[in-house]
């Protein structure tokens, strides 16, 4: 082995040559199988594009877009409008921007499953909508509509296609706003005077043909899909790829399976599949979908050429030896490299390049030595290159563009002997934190602010720090430029890996996101300093209104090592009457404040995510009382309400299976069921008859929102309940008392129609429609046009105590801490129960004499 040791003023670069093996897992450098390669090489020889284009992550037709890709070859992408913030979450809590990071990365994950790109516009997925209008209220439709134009001038799609009709229907107002927004936007990308500012970037494109991937779920009937089928183009896209050894189906399956937090595990089919698809706008194909459009390298003057040297490659590829192609590969790329420039000359070169470097086995990575690093501090990278071929290959420099620095090597790379370099550098003072690009200001309710215009449309952020590597392969100058991640070794997993991030110096986080104050006592706020460097030092504080005051009013801070964790314990007071404020923490070191957060999103299907939201949290001073003080509670879907009752002084117990035992249950006042708890909770279809016993003796269970689909048992309620997809989406609409009279609405919170006021996102979701007469309906409400929803809260004694199905989303009221879901939360686990200071409990008629 040599050592060869270069220095370059503020950092070493160390050189070791050596052999070196790895296994990695997802997220590691892409190593093609040969008979992807090949199938990559053939993709070369095709120059067409196809833009698939719906609302949310998840409504995009995975099938179709595999075909595409696979089948056709061509490049192949999905525009999702948002990044389905406002969607349920069946894997943890996350919710809101946090949930549109998790759909985002499974996105992307599809998309490496089935072959196509993706892209997004800056339109928040603010929650359910019933029509385009109410979307379009919420949205702001010109910039969506420019992101969209955007995204097409740069992508050239030949052929737009949508998931939906821009005819109103049934479906969500999201969905047909996608379909609206794309027809003109298929107008508005041909023309240079719509959104001018992009053309100095950008040039004009117009799509051959937009159409409807429709199907005999927009029908109302089989027979009158039958009538209109043969007015359809049709594509059989159940084919079987034997280079890939699936088929479209199973692949589409695979890919679809990706969405885990929208529970869409998939199976894959086999045999013949027909997608169909309606002309919309543009030049009618009438047999083939990309009919009329030129995909060959005539396109472009001069390519046949290029073409031919291309096909050469793909008659003599050798699954054996795929190196044995680069050299006609080379060719080609010489000949390409002399056409006029333009999209198809540039896009072209990047897929040969890395054809190249995967049939030369060539592995390239750069690994920091921790996941990340402050600005201003010192980090080394472990630097991998290997060349597993005979073709002469030489690493001549490496670059690094965040840094500019620049060195020259001309180390020969060996046939399958590794080059390990080790590079210890400084991280810029003025290098950026790596925020998700469209939460680095604060956005509106429909719509996040991104100001740079070369990132709009992009699934993620750029790499922080990229590295090129200037090669020399078969006296042909290439270059490579790879990402810096984080390696590290899992005793189960092995290899696992993390994207590379800037960070603060230090973080500050709140131990809750709301504080519900409920009488004048103080209440403690936590808060956790931790260090992104070493040798913090200074003060944190809280930053509280006018009126609230802590004690002490700072804390000090000492962080020796990168890492290290102090946590900051202060009495907050309230003031006297109610009041919704926010409470910040701050950091103050070497004279500088810092009030962000360390959000870490980790699960083991995409990659870790890092955010650093503001260290924020919601204050409410309110007028509550409570009966009852311990609460079970059986988790759902992922959801945030333990720590929110916690909050208003109630003991929660998470109830785990062994607890279902009636000794266990019966020390409760109240059980409550979490989000779409009978659809993931497969052994509650054991524990029914305890719960419904649990009532019987007095208890009140508390049922939140499920769906009809995949309920784990059908008798979810001790009498007759039918869900329905019944749902009141104007978080604002009117909320009528049916029952005013009733406990739940004046024991011991007097419910007024006040209680409803700043409601987020929805009233609620999942109705039922029809239930027995045993069930009082406490409350209505309903979206605008549409007749009242009853089904909302629905109270049924059974036994000596209750059962209460509601699907109003307390999920997202009492995480944003609205003052009237807790009281009349508390109210839901209150019924019935005893005064402790009369020690008699409150009924229907005693309210109706005090009415009196």
């Not at 740069?154 to 821009?166: A, Q």
């Not at 299907?605 to 955010?611: G, R, S, V």
Request: charged content about 20%; proline content about 7%; aromatic content about 10%.
């Amino acid at each position: 082995m040599r050592i060869i040791i270069f220095f370059f003023r503020w950092y070493s670069f160390v050189l070791l040559i050596g052999l070196s093996s790895a296994v990695l897992h997802a997220q590691a450098p892409e190593k093609p199988i040969a008979a992807k390669l090949y199938q990559d090489i053939k993709k070369l020889n095709v120059l067409g594009t196809a833009l698939y284009i719906a609302a949310h992550p998840d409504d995009e037709n995975t099938r179709l877009i595999a075909y595409l890709a696979n089948e056709g070859l061509y490049n192949t992408g999905y525009l999702s409008v948002t990044r389905g913030d406002g969607g349920q979450n069946l894997i943890g809590p996350q919710i809101r921007e946090e949930l549109g990071l998790i759909r985002t990365q499974e996105l992307l994950q599809a998309r490496r499953t089935d072959g196509g790109q993706q892209f997004f516009t800056r339109a928040n997925d603010f929650g359910f909508s019933k029509n385009p209008q109410e979307t379009f209220t919420i949205w702001d439709k010109e910039q969506v509509l420019a992101d969209m134009v955007w995204i097409i001038r740069k992508f050239r799609p030949d052929v737009l296609i949508t998931r939906f009709s821009p005819l109103p229907s049934g479906t969500h107002g999201h969905h047909t706003a996608s379909a609206i927004l794309a027809g003109e936007a298929f107008e508005a990308a041909g023309d240079k005077k719509r959104f001018p500012e992009q053309l100095k970037h950008v040039e004009v494109w117009q799509p051959k043909r937009l159409l409807w991937n429709t199907g005999v779920w927009s029908f109302r009937s089989e027979q009158e899909f039958d009538d209109y089928g043969s007015q359809l183009l049709k594509l059989d896209v159940g084919k079987f790829n034997p280079l890939l050894g699936k088929s479209y189906p199973e692949i589409a399956a695979e890919s679809r399976s990706m969405h885990k937090s929208q529970g869409f595990g998939s199976s894959g089919s086999r045999g013949s599949a027909i997608e169909y698809l309606e002309h919309t706008k543009g030049e009618k194909a009438q047999k083939e979908l990309f009919e009329g459009i030129n995909t060959s390298w005539s396109r472009i003057k001069g390519g046949e050429k290029v073409g031919k040297l291309l096909q050469k490659a793909a008659d003599e590829f050798k699954p054996q030896n795929p190196a044995a192609a680069v050299p006609a590969l080379l060719a080609a790329r010489t000949e390409l490299q002399k056409l006029p420039d333009g999209h198809w000359k540039q896009l072209k070169l990047q897929e040969l390049e890395q054809v190249v470097k995967h049939a030369l086995g060539l592995y390239l990575e750069v690994t920091a030595s921790d996941y990340a690093v402050a600005p201003g501090e010192p980090v080394r990278l472990q630097i991998e290159a290997i060349n597993r071929s005979a073709v002469p290959v030489t690493l001549q420099g490496l670059k690094i563009a965040v840094t500019g620095h620049d060195t020259t090597l001309a180390v020969p790379l060996q046939d399958n002997k590794a080059l390990m370099l080790s590079l210890g550098l400084k991280a810029p003072a003025t290098v950026p934190y790596t925020q998700p690009y469209w939460l680095r200001k604060p956005g509106s309710v429909g719509m996040y602010v991104v100001e740079g215009q070369q990132e709009v449309g992009l699934p993620e952020n750029s790499p922080v720090v990229p590295v090129i590597f200037n090669m020399l392969i078969a006296g042909q100058p290439l270059q490579y430029t790879v990402p810096v991640t984080h390696k590290r070794t899992d005793p189960v997993d092995g290899e696992v890996y993390r994207p590379f991030t800037v960070t603060p110096p230090v973080f500050v986080n709140l131990a809750e996101k709301v504080y519900m104050f409920a009488d004048q006592a103080p209440k403690r706020v936590q808060v956790l300093i931790k260090s992104g460097k070493a040798g913090v030092t200074g003060t944190v504080a809280l930053s509280l209104p006018q009126g609230w005051r802590s004690e002490p009013a700072s804390f000090p801070v000492d962080l020796k090592s990168k890492g290290a964790e102090q946590t900051a314990s202060f009495l907050v007071y309230p003031p006297q009457g109610q009041q919704e404020v926010t409470i910040k923490a701050v950091a103050t070191v070497e004279g500088k404040p810092y009030s962000k957060g360390l959000n870490i999103i980790q699960y083991s299907h995409i990659p870790a995510q890092t955010t650093f939201p503001e260290a924020e949290a919601r204050a409410v001073k309110l007028e509550l009382q409570k009966r009852g003080e311990k609460v079970g509670y059986v988790m759902g879907a992922g959801d945030e309400l333990p720590a929110n009752l916690q909050q208003i002084g109630y003991e929660v117990t998470i109830l785990k299976d062994e607890d279902m035992k009636q000794e266990m249950l019966r020390q409760f006042d109240a059980i409550v069921l979490g989000v779409r708890a009978y659809n993931t909770v497969e052994r509650l279809r054991h524990h029914q008859p305890l719960l419904l016993e649990y009532v019987k003796d007095g208890g009140n269970l508390i049922v939140q929102y499920n769906t009809s689909a995949r309920l784990v048992t059908p008798d979810i309620a001790p009498f007759p309940l039918k869900l329905s997809s019944e749902r009141v989406t104007v978080e604002q609409a009117e909320v009528r008392l049916l029952r005013p009279e009733h406990p739940v609405l004046n024991i011991p919170n007097k419910i007024t129609y006040k209680d409803f006021d700043g409601w987020v996102q929805e009233r609620g979701l999942y109705f039922p429609n029809e239930w027995s007469k045993e069930f009082e309906a406490i409350l209505s409400s309903n979206d605008p046009g549409e007749p009242a929803r009853d089904g909302g809260l629905l109270i049924a004694p059974y036994g000596k105590g209750h059962y209460i199905y509601t699907g109003y989303s307390w999920f997202r009221q009492l995480p944003a801490g609205v003052p009237g879901a807790y009281r009349l939360f508390a109210n839901l686990i209150s019924l019935g129960k005893a005064d402790t200071t009369s020690g008699k409990a409150s009924t229907a008629t005693e309210v109706r004499g005090k009415a009196q």
